[in-house]
């Protein structure tokens, strides 16, 4: 089965490539190149698959999950400009995607044991947009 | 297709196979003696081909499937007390997803008697926060 755990967080961001110029930056990205930076109430969803405990009842117990995002990702990303305040967003451009991806690369060696592993990792920039990722190999060709 | 339905319930976390000093450590909060509550959402979702009338799945009838083994019986009830669970577990929010996925699976064929539409999926929201979604063919 899978357990979901949704949390909140707000950042800012910029989308842009530094070694393009204003003009194509704004083509690429639109209003998210604009120089100063934007905001977002970032909502993500953290999926784990896994059997309950035949003791316990549970797959994973959820106040660890809690634990686990708050230090993780909250601590770092909570009222945060990502491109300045969270690496590897200084190199990095912090789309949702890439964003989704590095969460996922921050949650992956703490989840996957005894019999469950990180299923997804969701992550809403606004209501109406969201991204998926569920590892690179489900990229992968 | 997938249908959602509300109901509210108590539990409390608590296995007999535990001290209750392990039951504490293990459950926190939701060990607390009195129990507590949920507003529990439930989605059934079903697969099948689009019908005659260009619907995969007859919301009627799964509606009194879902009144009949979920709704009635679990609604403002305690999940410790009331509830006759087909597999006695604590009443963690997984073994509900699992004894509802169950108790529909049961009793499917006697609404659905034909190949479609199967059950596919049970998601129960304990709260907005906390999802549980368990596939029909994951049960026995």
Not at chain 1, 9 to 20: D, G, M, Q
Not at chain 1, 115 to 132: A, F, I, S
Not at chain 2, 34 to 59: C, E, I, K
Not at chain 2, 110 to 118: K, Y
Request: aromatic share 8%; with cysteine.
């Amino acid at each position: 089965m899978v357990i979901t755990r949704r949390v909140e967080f707000s950042a800012s961001h910029i989308c842009r490539k530094p070694e393009l110029s204003d003009e194509e930056n704004r083509k690429l990205f639109g209003l998210a190149a604009n120089p100063h930076g934007h905001g977002h109430n970032y909502v993500l969803e953290v999926s784990i698959e896994g059997q309950p405990d035949p003791v316990s009842g549970m797959v994973l117990d959820l106040k660890e999950l809690k634990e686990l995002l708050q230090r993780e990702v909250l601590a770092p990303f909570d009222h945060r400009f990502l491109n300045y305040e969270v690496a590897p967003f200084d190199r990095v451009i912090p789309t949702a995607e890439n964003i989704a991806r590095d969460i996922w690369r921050r949650l992956e060696p703490c989840l996957s044991s005894q019999g469950r592993k990180l299923h997804r990792v969701r992550l809403y920039e606004t209501p109406d947009y969201y991204v998926d990722f569920q590892g690179d190999e489900a990229c992968s060709e | 297709m997938t249908r959602r339905y509300q109901f509210a319930a108590s539990h409390r976390l608590h296995s007999d196979a535990l001290s209750e000093e392990e039951n504490w450590r293990l459950y926190g909060k939701c060990n607390n003696p009195f129990g507590h509550g949920h507003n529990y959402v439930l989605h059934v979702s079903a697969r099948g081909p689009l019908g005659a009338w260009g619907v995969a799945v007859d919301t009627r009838l799964l509606d009194q499937l879902v009144a009949r083994q979920v709704l009635e019986p679990l609604d403002h009830q305690n999940l410790n007390a009331d509830v006759e669970w087909s597999k006695p577990a604590a009443p963690t929010s997984e073994n509900l997803a699992m004894e509802i996925c169950r108790r529909l699976k049961r009793n499917w064929s006697a609404v659905f008697p034909g190949v479609w539409p199967t059950l596919e999926k049970v998601r129960i929201e304990e709260t907005p926060r906390n999802i549980f979604e368990v596939r029909a063919d994951e049960i026995e």
